[in-house]
């Protein structure tokens, strides 16, 4: 079954950068709705960022403020999450959404619940 697929994550020293993409077929990628996921060990699933290009507004968990930054190519079907100043609570598998659920040109959604696609993620370590 096609997924959207991640790519970018690694292995990176404090204070390093990754940039995360996300490429997902054209009748899954949303110009209204798209984010970014993380779930690290023993901890339960939390919203990273979401952006819409369509609103426009993006959203960001208040433990990236500042460092991460994401952002759409829609002629690429391809979302990315350009990550700075990592640190190690940042170490986590990322996933990419999208297939909002009752996304608008008012509503972007920030709940893992309200996203129908998912990929299949992809590991970020940081190391102290």
């Known amino acids: 079954q096609a997924q959207p697929v991640e790519s970018g994550g690694g292995s990176v020293q404090t204070g390093g950068s990754l940039n995360l993409s996300c490429t997902a077929p054209?009748?899954?990628?949303?110009?209204?709705?798209m984010g970014w996921f993380r779930q690290a060990p023993g901890k339960e699933r939390e919203a990273v960022s979401v952006?819409?290009?369509?609103?426009?507004?993006?959203y960001y968990a208040d433990s990236v403020k500042g460092r991460f930054t994401i952002s759409q190519d829609n002629a690429k079907n391809t979302l990315y999450l350009q990550m700075n100043n990592l640190k190690p609570d940042d170490t986590a598998i990322y996933y990419c959404?999208?297939?909002?659920?009752?996304?608008?040109?008012?509503?972007?959604?920030?709940?893992?619940?309200?996203?129908?696609?998912w990929g299949q993620g992809t590991q970020v370590t940081v190391s102290s």
């Open positions: 959404a999208t297939g909002p659920k009752g996304a608008s040109w008012r509503r972007c959604p920030q709940v893992g619940a309200d996203f129908a696609y």
């Open positions: 054209t009748y899954m990628y949303s110009k209204y709705c």
């Open positions: 952006i819409s290009s369509v609103i426009p507004t993006t």
